[in-house]
């Protein structure tokens, strides 16, 4: 029985160590935080479940659909598509395949055009029999270029996918990379937003839980200062003592890989704040359970409805929305919550927002890593580090859930290789 190391418990080190547990090897995790989950973090408070900023599930993504048991998280789903909103104005845009209730406010939404209806369409029967691993090796451009070769309009752009996308990629430009837009486009054609409904770190505990059932040891609290290949394996230095193991796995973040294993990594970020806010059941927005996209401007790019979506998120009597900012805003929290209630308080006329309040503002530096085209070239391989060291996280892959649940499977591969030839 080989021993390994997993450093780092974000959903990359979990998956890691669950399946080098199930595949006969002693495994310890290491976590330097005092809960699992990396960037996937829930806090409850007061009876609201607050995520780390505003974060969703693609039920369709393949690592999903693999890695988690999606019944057990009882998952809240949006409805598809958006209300688009701008001062004076809403409309619902849909997908009428999925969302037969709004077919008709679809149809005759004058915020996109009939032709750039068909041109969606279209695109979704595109994408529907292409192989979602095909679609992130091909031909790469910024998404603004990818739609304008497609024949999608500015209009189009402005009011539907510079907010949408730019919630998705935190990068409102639409310079991210094509390839991004069409594996979630894909996804969200095919599946659903959703939220568990216990929040978005029960997907962490559920991964803990699976890798403990599965034989490994998770610690949390233990800091990992650093990591030195020998003749028989690799060596960790922690705040805990020194740790020995045939092979390691490291699942951290981009920088902190960077500084145990030398290896290369993603440093520019995408950031943003998210505020969270309560506001009185009665006050209905009338939106179900629908994100709001700022069509104006980007202050603030989306709010949504969490509490419609999952009555779970807040107690009885109140309603819980966030607000997503992109990028850092230099803004201190009141300024930038008067911002949600003059914008929600322009989209809805009719409604009075004096009872919204802040309850917490989440200010995350390093949200996603930066996505331009033809990013995958300089990501590095699970295997980049010298000797028996892997590595695991979206990092290696793509910023994504996906990416990096997908990635702890292909550092097993890699971890289980180097074991094969020691």
């Not at 989950?37 to 969703?56: N, Y």
């Not at 009939?114 to 031909?139: E, F, M, N, S, Y």
């Not at 890989?257 to 806010?277: D, H, I």
Request: glycine residues 8%.
């Amino acid at each position: 029985m080989s021993r390994v190391a997993v450093v780092g418990g974000g959903l990359a080190g979990l998956v890691a160590a669950r399946r080098l547990a199930e595949s006969g090897h002693d495994v310890e995790l290491l976590e330097r935080e005092r809960t699992v989950g990396g960037r996937v973090r829930t806090v409850h408070e007061d009876g609201f479940t607050f995520d780390r900023g505003f974060q969703v599930l693609f039920t369709e993504y393949p690592a999903v659909q693999r890695e988690l048991d999606l019944r057990a998280l009882s998952l809240r789903r949006f409805v598809p598509g958006a209300v688009l909103a701008r001062p004076g104005h809403r409309s619902v845009l849909s997908d009428p395949r999925r969302d037969f209730g709004a077919i008709s406010e679809t149809l005759f939404n004058r915020e996109v055009s009939w032709g750039d209806k068909v041109r969606t369409l279209r695109l979704q029967r595109d994408l529907a029999d292409r192989d979602p691993d095909a679609i992130l090796d091909g031909r790469d451009q910024s998404i603004e270029s990818y739609l304008a070769d497609r024949g999608f309009s500015r209009r189009y752009v402005e009011n539907f996918a510079a907010p949408f996308y730019g919630g998705i990629t935190l990068d409102r430009s639409l310079s991210s990379s094509s390839l991004v837009f069409e594996y979630t486009f894909k996804m969200l054609a095919e599946g659903d937003i959703a939220v568990p409904a216990d929040g978005m770190g029960a997907i962490g505990d559920q991964l803990a839980d699976r890798a403990t059932a599965a034989g490994a040891t998770v610690r949390t609290g233990v800091t990992v200062d650093s990591l030195e290949t020998t003749t028989d394996g690799v060596r960790l230095t922690t705040d805990a003592g020194d740790v020995s193991a045939d092979a390691a796995v490291v699942a951290t973040d981009p920088r902190t890989t960077a500084e145990l294993t030398g290896v290369g990594t993603p440093t520019e970020p995408r950031s943003c704040v998210t505020q969270y806010f309560s506001l009185p059941r009665h006050v209905d927005l009338e939106t179900g359970k629908r994100l709001i996209l700022n069509t104006a401007d980007e202050r603030p790019n989306e709010v949504a409805p969490l509490s419609t979506v999952a009555p779970e998120y807040a107690p009885d009597g109140e309603q819980l929305l966030s607000a997503t900012f992109l990028g850092t805003p230099d803004e201190d929290d009141e300024t930038l919550a008067t911002e949600v209630r003059d914008a929600l308080g322009s989209w809805f006329p009719s409604r009075r927002f004096s009872e919204l309040d802040l309850l917490r503002t989440d200010r995350v530096e390093f949200a996603q890593f930066a996505q331009p085209p033809g990013f995958r070239a300089s990501l590095p391989d699970a295997d980049a580090p010298d000797g028996p060291v892997v590595l695991a996280g979206d990092y290696t892959q793509w910023s994504s859930l996906n990416g990096a649940l997908d990635s702890g499977r292909v550092a097993v591969d890699a971890v289980e290789s180097h074991l094969e030839t020691q």
